[in-house]
């Protein structure tokens, strides 16, 4: 079998041993459930209920308020005990609307669509706004956007990341073994809505199961095709994942669609076929709970707003105190400071990782060995654009196309002098656009 790959990345261990066989289970929530308003990259949504109000699951409590948006929707019943600002995973705060859970589940009325080979591309894309699907992989871009491209823009593929090339994180893997034939039509909407388009289902090689069982699910489909990817870091980065399933390149400040491509995770097109299938807005994720902290790593199927310690301690709790837990995975998620914090959209993973593991090495001076250039998957200088980031030579930093990085954290994986190069590069980013903001 020949597997694809794209140019450069690294090979960190992967970690998944932990729960990669653990079946997905349920987990019912506690009282109190957050659901913040910014689940999402774009506006906020803005909040439609107040303090005192009873919702229902499924019920709308937070509508996009932009193009780049999404809406939120209620996990539970039950009667809003507050709407208040709250901490994020993200470091920052959001105004969330916190619920008292009655037990009852009840849920308002969510009328069955008709069949999607019946609908337009346009009712496709207004059932999946109106669920509220975002990018479930980690970015939690808006899904009706990605689905509406420019009309000069021609889509000819479709490509599902099954990759999921992040150390230690099985959710989506489980999915393709569990819920392969919702994986499967969600799919197959999208190319209803791209008639001259075929899908391709990446795959990294580490996951020989979840290959053969999509293989085994899409064998009588013409246009759908499995694609078994090298293990490798970021396989699953959407421009890295482009390349190796078509051998295209995304240039510089362009998108997938500029080269006829969009791009779409496991788990947010099984959001689609719920969504246009089912008529049920996204209410609930899979989130893998794991590290060598954690008492009994697992995959566990949770409603939004519930909080990462509810998770943590259906687990067990710790066999250790870990000194750095990370929500999503060791290179691209971030560190958090409580679990006191909801699990929303995005939140792919727990990672509680033990003094053994969270070792924070010292910073010496760079070596000018090259291996951060022979790593980075987008072909920059990482420790050129980290020094003029230090330095404050923004635009500089822009010039030598900083802005292309996309945060894989492959260069400060390999650095031999243990340059925090990752985290000063996400700083002069965030520094670029601030500025951009002000003007």
Same mark, same amino acid.
């Not at 709970?289 to 707003?305: D, M, Y």
């Given at each position: 079998?020949?597997l694809?790959?794209?140019?450069r990345?690294?090979?960190?261990?992967?970690?998944?041993?932990?729960?990669e066989?653990?079946?997905?289970e %349920?987990?019912?929530p506690n009282?109190?459930?957050v /659901?913040?308003?910014a689940?999402?990259?774009?506006?906020?949504?803005?909040?439609l209920?107040?303090?005192?109000?009873?919702?229902?699951?499924?019920?709308?409590?937070g509508?996009?308020?932009?193009?780049?948006?999404?809406?939120?929707?209620?996990?539970?019943?039950?009667?809003?005990?507050?709407?208040?600002?709250?901490?994020? $995973?993200?470091?920052?705060?959001?105004l969330a609307v916190?619920?008292?859970?009655?037990g009852?589940?009840?849920?308002?009325?969510?009328?069955k669509?008709?069949p999607?080979?019946?609908?337009?591309?346009?009712?496709?894309?207004?059932?999946?706004?109106?669920?509220?699907?975002v990018?479930?992989?980690?970015?939690t871009f808006?899904t009706n956007?990605k689905l509406?491209p420019?009309?000069d823009?021609?889509?000819d593929?479709?490509?599902?990341?099954?990759?999921?090339?992040?150390?230690?994180?099985?959710?989506?893997?489980?999915?393709?073994?569990?819920e392969?034939?919702m994986? *499967?039509?969600?799919?197959q909407?999208?190319?209803?809505?791209?008639p001259d388009?075929?899908?391709?289902?990446?795959i990294e090689?580490?996951?020989? %199961?979840?290959?053969?069982?999509?293989?085994?699910a899409?064998?009588?489909i013409?246009?759908?095709?499995?694609?078994a990817?090298?293990?490798k870091?970021?396989?699953g980065?959407?421009?890295?994942?482009?390349?190796?399933?078509?051998?295209?390149?995304?240039?510089?400040?362009?998108?997938?669609?500029?080269?006829?491509?969009?791009?779409?995770? +496991?788990?947010t +097109?099984r959001?689609?076929?719920?969504?246009?299938v089912?008529?049920?807005?996204?209410?609930?994720? +899979?989130?893998?709970?794991?590290?060598?902290?954690?008492?009994?790593?697992?995959?566990?199927?949770?409603?939004l707003?519930?909080? /990462?310690?509810?998770?943590?301690d259906?687990?067990?709790?710790?066999?250790?105190?870990?000194v750095?837990?990370?929500s999503?995975?060791?290179?691209?998620g971030?560190?958090?400071?409580?679990?006191?914090?909801? *699990?929303?959209?995005g $939140?792919?993973?727990?990672?509680?990782l033990? $003094?053994?593991?969270?070792?924070?090495?010292e910073? !010496?001076?760079?070596?000018r060995?090259?291996?951060?250039?022979?790593a980075?998957?987008? /072909?920059?200088?990482?420790?050129?654009i %980290?020094s003029?980031?230090?330095?404050?030579?923004?635009?500089? /930093?822009?010039a030598?196309?900083?802005?292309?990085c996309?945060?894989?954290?492959?260069?400060?994986?390999?650095?031999?002098?243990?340059?925090?190069?990752?985290? !000063?590069?996400?700083?002069?980013?965030?520094t670029?656009?601030?500025?951009?903001?002000?003007?």
């Amino acid at each position: 079998m020949e597997l694809l790959t794209f140019k450069r990345g690294v090979h960190p261990p992967h970690g998944k041993y932990l729960t990669e066989n653990k079946a997905i289970e %349920d987990l019912s929530p506690n009282q109190l459930l957050v /659901f913040p308003m910014a689940q999402h990259i774009g506006a906020p949504a803005e909040c439609l209920v107040k303090k005192g109000d009873r919702v229902l699951v499924g019920q709308k409590i937070g509508q996009a308020s932009g193009f780049i948006s999404a809406n939120i929707h209620s996990s539970v019943s039950g009667t809003v005990k507050d709407v208040k600002p709250v901490l994020t $995973a993200g470091g920052t705060k959001s105004l969330a609307v916190i619920v008292e859970n009655d037990g009852q589940y009840e849920e308002i009325e969510m009328p069955k669509p008709k069949p999607y080979a019946e609908m337009s591309k346009e009712e496709i894309v207004a059932l999946v706004k109106e669920a509220g699907v975002v990018g479930m992989g980690g970015a939690t871009f808006p899904t009706n956007v990605k689905l509406a491209p420019p009309p000069d823009k021609k889509i000819d593929a479709i490509i599902l990341n099954g990759a999921e090339c992040e150390p230690y994180l099985t959710c989506d893997h489980r999915l393709m073994l569990e819920e392969t034939n919702m994986i *499967v039509e969600g799919l197959q909407i999208i190319l209803h809505m791209f008639p001259d388009a075929k899908g391709y289902i990446g795959i990294e090689d580490n996951k020989k %199961d979840a290959i053969q069982k999509l293989k085994e699910a899409t064998k009588d489909i013409s246009n759908i095709e499995v694609k078994a990817l090298k293990t490798k870091y970021p396989q699953g980065a959407e421009k890295q994942l482009i390349y190796s399933v078509m051998k295209r390149e995304v240039p510089s400040g362009k998108l997938p669609a500029d080269v006829g491509c969009i791009v779409q995770n +496991v788990n947010t +097109v099984r959001e689609v076929y719920n969504a246009v299938v089912n008529g049920r807005p996204t209410i609930s994720r +899979v989130v893998t709970v794991t590290g060598e902290a954690v008492k009994e790593p697992k995959n566990l199927r949770v409603r939004l707003g519930m909080t /990462f310690k509810e998770l943590v301690d259906a687990c067990g709790g710790f066999k250790e105190d870990p000194v750095k837990v990370i929500s999503g995975g060791p290179m691209m998620g971030m560190s958090i400071s409580t679990l006191d914090i909801p *699990v929303v959209k995005g $939140a792919s993973g727990i990672l509680c990782l033990t $003094a053994k593991q969270a070792v924070l090495p010292e910073e !010496s001076s760079c070596i000018r060995c090259g291996k951060c250039v022979e790593a980075c998957p987008m /072909f920059l200088v990482p420790s050129a654009i %980290d020094s003029l980031g230090r330095r404050k030579e923004f635009e500089e /930093f822009e010039a030598q196309n900083g802005m292309d990085c996309i945060e894989c954290g492959s260069c400060t994986f390999v650095c031999p002098a243990k340059r925090h190069l990752i985290q !000063s590069i996400r700083t002069s980013k965030k520094t670029v656009l601030a500025n951009k903001r002000k003007k």
